[in-house]
């Protein structure tokens, strides 16, 4: 997740990579994961994203931003270049050859689910334009809970 503000991101901010961002927490058993991370990326808000992986076949995202004013804030899926996609109302469905992955969004907030232009790299200087699903709002206590299945064949 990122605010208005991360766009004024500069290294030179930073003493150290370190310093912009970490894990706080991770747990693992034989068929769960779940590592959360922080941001600081803007000096003014709490970013936060936890992930936790459930079997093969389940994850789910929590974004989080808390901050003392509104501000924009984004959620972004870089696609790969094959991938085909469906935009429901609070849905994506990703298709590829042999398998399918639904995005589903529960967010506290009003928000749009867009498409951008991007870009996707298999390897050096070897970029090729892509879509990225954005998610997109503003407020000051936003949290976006994507749960993601996959599905094969």
Partial sequence: MFTDDCASFRFKNYESPKDISKIVSYQQRADFLSAK?????????EISREIVWMGAKDFFLFDRVSSSKRKGWRVQFLLHPDIIFEIGDDSVKLLGDSHEV???????EHYSIS???????????????TKIIVLSGVGSQVDVKTYIRVKHD
């Avoid at 991370?37 to 808000?45: K, Q, T």
């Avoid at 639904?102 to 506290?108: D, E, G, R, T």
């Avoid at 498409?115 to 298999?122: A, L, M, Q």
């Fill in 37 to 45: 991370g922080v941001s600081n990326l803007d000096f003014e808000s």
């Fill in 115 to 129: 498409v951008e232009p991007g870009y996707y790299s298999e390897s050096f200087m070897g970029a090729k334009e």
């Fill in 102 to 108: 639904s995005l589903n969004f529960i967010v506290n």
